[in-house]
């Protein structure tokens, strides 16, 4: 009777090892799919997405043309009554967001791999501009041609507008830095900020756009 329990817990834990070991492997194999370099990294979430039709999560603006006169109008307001603090902002934020981002890790002494930035950056580039491309929004320079509207833009870039490509890459970084080093979390997401406030103020962008970058980081960040 001692001899046949013992054969029974033998048995017993030899199928739960084994069923242990089936899950570990299908865990490895799951994880391989979204491997980037490392899986707690940022840029192993956001590569997951690459198979899934991203723009789909977001609101069509084609839909919402309305909005987007509305927004015009609204940057009318916003763009000919600048202040000298809202131009300031403009002048410090007129490079690229990973700029910024760097800057701030030298002067706290945060390190980072340059090469999964730079890999990180150029995938959120190249997402984001597919997604431009589908939808073909023009820039809120050319629309307020069309409806008679003055905009006192700063800078008119030829790219298509919706998404806003520099505050979806802003506040995909900001995530980013502040996984490597969360003391600064506060610095990362103001530089997001900046940026979005930077973008209205030259006009280079309307708030559907930002709000389509946001939307777009957020979503990216939930898978």
């Known amino acids: 009777m001692y001899k046949l329990l013992y054969q029974n817990k033998i048995l017993i834990l030899l199928g739960i090892l084994t069923t242990v070991f089936f899950i570990y492997k299908i865990t490895i194999k799951k994880e391989k799919k979204v491997n980037f370099s490392d899986s707690s990294e940022l840029s192993s979430i956001i590569i997951e997405s690459k198979s899934k039709n991203t723009s789909s ?36 934020y007129n490079q690229e967001p990973e700029d910024y981002f760097m800057e701030l890790c030298k002067e706290k002494k945060i390190f980072f791999d340059k090469d999964k930035v730079t890999n990180l950056v150029d ?40 998404p806003s490509g520099k505050v979806f890459k802003s506040k995909m970084l900001s995530h980013y830095f502040s996984y490597i080093d969360p003391r600064y979390d506060y610095e990362f997401q103001q530089i997001t900020k900046d940026i979005e406030l930077a973008c209205l103020y030259s006009g280079i962008n309307t708030p559907f756009d930002i709000r389509g970058s946001l939307l777009l980081a957020q979503k990216i960040m939930e898978k």
Request: glycine share 0%; no cysteine.
């Open 57 to 92: 999560i977001l609101p069509d603006p084609r839909k919402r043309i309305k909005n987007i006169h509305n927004d015009i109008r609204y940057l009318q307001h916003l763009t000919n009554n600048k202040n000298d603090e809202q131009i300031k902002l403009i002048t410090k």
């Open 123 to 162: 995938y959120l580039e190249k997402l984001s501009k597919s997604i431009k491309n589908k939808y073909k929004i023009p820039r809120p320079y050319i629309l307020a041609k069309k409806l008679d509207v003055n905009i006192n833009n700063l800078a008119k870039p030829s790219s298509f507008s919706y």
